[in-house]
T-cell receptor, first 114, second 113 residues
Framework: NAGVMQNPRHLVRRRGQEARLRCSPM?????VYWYRQLPEEGLKFMVY????????ESGMPKERFSAEFPKEGPSILRIQQVVRGDSAAYFC????????????FGQGTRLTVV | AQSVAQPEDQVNVAEGNPLTVKCTYS??????LFWYVQYPNRGLQFLLK??????LVKGSYGFEAEFNKSQTSFHLKKPSALVSDSALYFC???????????FGQGTTLQVKP
């Protein structure tokens, strides 16, 4: 049973380009969470999705960031017109959804904006 | 709103000594609490959780955590620390209303030989 798969592991983008981060949840998991981690900082919640639905996007910046989790395929976190401040590690986690279940994390995508 | 706090940025212990990493929480209703560990350049690994039942929860790699309702704490413990336990540790609480996990700021554990 493969764990949470994120790709790419490393992504370099020039300022103004688009970044697409992919996350395939664990088998049987229909809930996905995205977090951002800046160097020497903790995990900041961005968005929580269920298949085809956004449950909570309270941590998403209002502009340039979007997320989806389609019926088929991975969840995508999309950052348009990237800026240097977007450089961070982005982690995806998945769970079965019940409040008493743990979430499992992917290895993360490290985005560097040059 | 649900929240957790980790009051220590760093904890230093000698190998073989017991370790404690502190976490306090603030929730409305029953708390669902979790501990995770992060090694450098890796994702988070689940260690243990408290849902209900015994206040002492046992988890992976010899870690355990003690739930204390009166002190609203969920401290992570290990009787004998290993150098390989050196990592970043996160406490988390489940937000009941939305289902998302809310993390503390993390505590770096340094175990010296």
């Amino acid at each position: 049973n493969a764990g949470v798969m994120q790709n790419p592991r490393h992504l370099v983008r020039r300022r103004g380009q688009e970044a697409r981060l992919r996350c395939s949840p664990m088998k049987g998991h229909s809930h996905v969470y995205w977090y951002r981690q800046l160097p020497e900082e903790g995990l900041k919640f961005m968005v929580y999705l269920q298949k085809e639905n956004i449950i909570d996007e309270s941590g998403m910046p209002k502009e340039r960031f979007s997320a989806e989790f389609p019926k088929e395929g991975p969840s995508i976190l999309r950052i348009q017109q990237v800026v240097r401040g977007d450089s961070a590690a982005y982690f995806c986690a998945s769970s079965q959804g019940q409040v008493n279940t743990e979430a499992f994390f992917g290895q993360g995508t490290r985005l560097t904006v040059v | 709103a649900q929240s957790v706090a980790q009051p220590e940025d760093q904890v230093n212990v000698a190998e073989g000594n017991p370790l404690t990493v502190k976490c306090t929480y603030s929730v409305s209703g029953n708390p669902y609490l979790f501990w995770y560990v992060q090694y450098p350049n890796r994702g988070l690994q689940f260690l243990l959780k408290y849902i209900t039942g015994d206040n002492l929860v046992k988890g992976s790699y010899g870690f355990e955590a003690e739930f204390n309702k009166s002190q609203t704490s969920f401290h992570l413990k290990k009787p004998s620390a290993l150098v390989s336990d050196s990592a970043l540790y996160f406490c988390a609480v489940r937000d009941i209303s939305s289902g998302k996990l809310i993390f503390g700021q993390g505590t770096t554990l340094q175990v010296k030989p």
